[in-house]
């Protein structure tokens, strides 16, 4: 709705920059086709320091990592069932007395 309003109290808007820790003359000075701008130039930069920001090559084995969650997985499950089965030892006790 905030988005919609073509002019926002001064009230609400220092309650908004108070929220999101972000000075009241960062919204009222925002200028969206330069925000787009900076955005564009960002991820269709051919500099170094943005290239260096996406690493292709992977420093471990995608396929180890897929066996150990998987393992991490079966841990889990196992440790899950044998809490239950604790429980259902407890419950069982708790309505035999």
Do not use: G
Not at 24 to 47: G, L
Request: proline letters at 3%; aromatic letters at 6%; one cysteine or more.
């Amino acid at each position: 709705m905030l988005e919609q309003k073509d002019v926002i109290e001064d009230k609400l808007l220092k309650q908004i920059s108070a929220v999101l820790k972000i000075p009241v003359e960062a919204f009222q000075n925002f200028d969206e086709e330069q925000a787009i701008s900076i955005i564009s130039n960002t991820f269709t930069s051919n500099d170094t320091s943005t290239l260096n920001a996406v690493n292709p090559h992977c420093t471990f084995n995608p396929i180890d990592k897929i066996v150990q969650l998987y393992d991490e997985k079966i841990a889990l499950y196992e440790r899950i069932l044998k809490e239950k089965d604790e429980m259902m030892v407890r419950l069982e006790k708790l309505i035999n007395k």
